[in-house]
């Protein structure tokens, strides 16, 4: 059977999904034909900024991004689908997307009207399956992981038979709709090597401290042992309840065999894991993944939780060829941090967490958020100030989204679509207005917060009228920002 994904990102927001990844490897096993519409690399008309360039982590390498689509034509992302699908003819559109992306690409599909069936999976659809399901165009929907029932379903739509009992399976009949329970989870170790070969060769673009390596994204493990209140692991584990043991991780030899696999393949040298955290592993287990690794040499960027942090697991990162780290600090702030966000770290954990990284020279960026609830301006100065202690290489800021099903989303009940039903993009998150700032503010304290990191505090004068929106304040960011680059 011929299938297509359809996987919508970011214009330049480059890097591999690891869910269509292993999709589309499971598929092509099953003797199915695949292929993709990536919207990726489609330059459009109203092209919003790329996300390429703001990634302070990188120094400047001898070709960029840009330099790789600049030849390319300009074109309407509906036209290019249509012809991607007329020349294809796929029998079913694989969808995979995410909560905030949701109407836009329902939208899309409305428009381009295709006469195939349409499949939606993804994290938006097994926390909100009720409101994946409920668009005309959408047939069916995959309640949790893809893996089994896409290939099921395929066998099934091919051969004609009976497709209603198939477990992760969400569908419409008679106008009503079926919500099929998930199944067990699948074991890790039994699943091919992630399939890039749909993707476009540009995804493996990896520049890092002045130089383009090739790699993308890879993933061990599944879920995460933590509950954070702003995060869909929760509402995710209490879905899939019934389906086994939540958190877990692939053995250290499947990782090891898997990213041999693609080295050899596609030359890949540089790799972002995007687990929700690598030291939440075992010592002995990254002693194994260490042994492993440390032949294929590999450069790779990972995710850190700090307080899972200890000198011995860095050190064994380190060997098996970890340069850079993300750490969540989301608030400098530890009331919000315990109340609001259920993250239970001291800032003492926090701080050992960077220096042990950095000691290793790993280079460390934070993750943080701001517009949390009841999150006053003096709060995100502590965060600001909390990182500029922190003095890590690079910082990471989003004004918090209160996903469906995660309980901050309860506790301060907003929902993610207006009365109207519309729903409110990731790019206006600041209007639901969960802190006592206005939204207009948070956004001010978004735009400029790497500024008041960077810049010496008798420059926080100049910053704060570069918060604003108008002209002035637009001339100001802009000189600060030029400023700021010239800043070690
Ligand atoms: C790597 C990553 C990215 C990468 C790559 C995106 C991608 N599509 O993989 C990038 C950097 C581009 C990215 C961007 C964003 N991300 Co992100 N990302 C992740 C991360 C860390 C790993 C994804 C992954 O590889 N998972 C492993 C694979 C195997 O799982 P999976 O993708 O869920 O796929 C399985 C099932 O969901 C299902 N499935 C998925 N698609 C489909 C399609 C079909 C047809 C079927 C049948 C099944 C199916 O089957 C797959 C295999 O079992 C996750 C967290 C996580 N651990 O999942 C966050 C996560 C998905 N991201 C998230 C968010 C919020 C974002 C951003 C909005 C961040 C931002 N503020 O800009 C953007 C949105 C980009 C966009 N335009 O859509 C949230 C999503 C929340 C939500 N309710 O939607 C997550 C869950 C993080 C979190 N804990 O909050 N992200
Ligand atoms: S540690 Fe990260 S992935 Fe895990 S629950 Fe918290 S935010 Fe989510």
């Known amino acids: 059977m011929k299938i297509l994904f ?3 990102n970011d214009y330049l927001s480059n890097g591999i999904p690891g869910g269509i990844a292993a999709l589309s490897a499971v598929l092509k096993q099953a003797g199915h034909e695949v292929d993709i519409f990536d919207t990726t690399f489609i330059k459009t008309e109203e092209q919003p900024e790329s996300s390429a360039g703001k990634q ?6 001898e070709y960029t991004l840009e330099d790789l689509v600049k030849d390319d034509p300009v074109q309407n992302i509906e ?15 694989a969808v995979s997307v995410m909560t905030g992306y949701y109407d836009e690409v329902i939208k899309i599909l409305e428009n381009v009207k295709p006469k195939a069936k349409i499949l939606v999976g993804g994290v938006h659809s097994t926390i909100s399956p009720e409101d994946a399901l409920r668009p005309e165009v959408v047939d069916f929907i995959c309640i949790g992981e893809g893996e089994a029932l896409l290939t099921e379903l395929c066998d099934h739509l091919e051969r004609g038979k009976d497709y ?11 106008g009503k709709m079926f919500l099929n329970e998930p199944r067990p989870f699948i074991n890790l170790d039994e699943l091919p090597v992630p399939d890039w070969s749909i993707f476009d060769k540009r995804h493996l673009f990896r520049p890092f401290m002045g130089r383009v390596y090739k790699g993308s994204f890879y993933v061990m493990s599944r879920g995460c042992p933590m509950s954070c209140s702003y995060c869909v692991n929760i509402s995710l584990s209490d879905k899939l309840k019934n389906c086994g043991k939540y958190f877990r991780f692939q053995s250290a030899a499947t990782t090891v065999f898997q990213l041999r696999s693609l080295k050899e393949t596609y030359g890949a040298t540089w790799f972002k894991f995007a687990d929700d955290s690598l030291t939440y592993m075992s010592e002995a287990y990254l002693e194994e993944l260490a042994e492993g690794l440390k032949p294929l040499n590999i450069q ?3 995710s850190i939780r700090p307080e899972s942090v200890n000198a011995r697991k860095i050190e064994l990162l380190k060997s098996m060829g970890c ?7 989301e608030s400098g702030s530890m009331e919000l941090r315990k109340k609001v966000l259920n993250r239970h770290m001291t800032d003492q954990q926090i701080e050992n967490a960077v220096r042990t990284l950095r000691e290793a020279g790993i280079r460390v960026s934070t993750f943080n958020m701001i517009g949390l609830p009841g999150e006053t301006r003096e709060d995100v100065f502590k965060t600001i100030n909390f990182n500029r202690k922190l003095n890590a290489d690079a910082a990471n800021v989003y004004i918090i989204y209160p996903y469906p099903g995660t309980p901050i989303s309860e506790r301060y009940k907003v929902n993610f679509r207006d009365k109207e039903g519309n729903l409110i993009p990731v790019s206006e998150a600041s209007s639901f207005h969960l802190s006592m700032m206005p939204p207009e503010e948070v956004e001010g304290l978004l735009k400029t917060f790497n500024l ?13 009228k570069a918060e604003g ?5 637009n001339s100001m960011f802009k000189k600060l920002k030029e400023y700021s680059l010239t800043v070690k």
């Open 6 to 8: 359809f996987h919508h």
């Open 56 to 61: 302070g982590i990188y120094l400047p390498t």
């Open 79 to 93: 036209e290019a689908f249509l012809k991607k699908i007329n020349s294809f003819s796929p029998e079913l559109i």
């Open 164 to 174: 209603t009992k198939l477990l992760n399976l969400g569908y419409k009949k008679d």
């Open 300 to 302: 790779f960027g990972c």
């Open 323 to 329: 340069v850079a780290a993300s750490v969540g600090v």
């Open 452 to 464: 008041y990191l960077k810049l010496p505090e008798d420059m926080w004068m100049n910053i704060k």
């Open 469 to 473: 929106s108008d002209e002035s304040a």
